[in-house]
């Protein structure tokens, strides 16, 4: 299904609506956008509304003006009110996570159900990091469309390299044997990959410990102890924080990522038990 966008009274912002019953926003992580597939492994689109909106500064919804993680959740709220679903679960992955925590802290009355997968709950990368400094050139908004051009070239003629290329980035665990599978799920999801103006401004954001503390909802904090791109202190954070919460501490293989691979149907089997339950 192709993406929409709309015009709200905050800015314009692009969605992708499919599936009906249970209503789910997921909150996609960095470099990602409302074409963001692969958390969706697991989800019978008879039973759930998946909705994916692209958060201000990815795919066609602009940053100017909704840099925040409270800005974005505004703006979520009123794509929501446009479609007029609520209450709904949402699910933030990976750099979406302040946006989702903010989510679910600022509208408690719309919000039922919290999923924060691989998330990022505190200040993520300081300005010191080599990995904050690299991200800056690498995936500047002059220069990212030809690093992930870059990516997709290499990742069509040499997908297998490619695979173990990126695997260090998301996992601490030591490169092993990949599966056909795993290697065409990682492939799939570089291939809508952009940074846009968005990654710059998610490692920027700081969310205030006061602001999750307000999470009354349900959460479910669910992250491997593998993961080699947001370290495991966040989801333990995010536990600590958020009083109705449990942790569900993975061991899979591709750490950050634990949609890929042959261990990932148990991770996405409780994580939708979870939603459902």
């Avoid at 505190?122 to 990516?151: C, S």
């Avoid at 920027?204 to 791109?229: F, G, M, Q, W, Y």
Wanted: with cysteine.
């Amino acid at each position: 299904m192709d993406s929409k966008v709309i015009t709200t009274g905050l800015g314009d912002i692009e969605y992708r609506s499919i599936g009906r019953g249970i209503p789910v926003v997921f909150v996609h992580g960095g470099h990602s956008n409302c074409k963001e597939a692969l958390c969706h492994k697991g989800f019978d689109l008879e039973k759930f509304q998946l909705i994916v909106p692209s958060r201000p500064g990815y795919g066609r919804t602009p940053l100017i003006g909704n840099g925040t993680p409270r800005k974005s959740a505004e703006l979520i709220a009123e794509l929501l009110d446009f479609l007029s679903v609520e209450p709904i679960v949402v699910y933030g992955i990976s750099a979406g996570g302040p946006t989702a925590i903010a989510l679910a802290a600022n509208y408690p009355s719309r919000v039922r159900k919290l999923v924060l997968a691989s998330a990022v709950s505190k200040k993520w990368l300081e300005k010191n990091e080599r990995t904050y400094k690299t991200a800056h050139v690498i995936f500047h908004p002059k220069i990212e469309k030809l690093t992930w051009g870059m990516v997709r070239l290499f990742s069509k003629l040499f997908p297998r390299a490619m695979a173990r290329s990126f695997y260090p980035q998301f996992s601490k665990n030591p490169i092993g044997r990949f599966e056909k599978q795993a290697i065409q799920e990682l492939i799939f999801a570089l291939s809508h990959y952009n940074s846009g103006q968005g990654f710059l401004n998610d490692i920027r954001h700081n969310l205030n410990a006061n602001v999750i503390a307000k999470v009354k909802c349900p959460t479910l904090v669910i992250h491997s102890e593998n993961d080699n791109s947001v370290p495991l202190s966040h989801a333990e954070h995010a536990h600590e924080m958020i009083a109705d919460s449990r942790l569900e501490i993975l061991k899979n293989t591709w750490g950050h990522l634990f949609w890929i691979g042959v261990d990932s149907e148990e991770s996405i089997a409780k994580t939708i038990k979870f939603i459902d339950g």
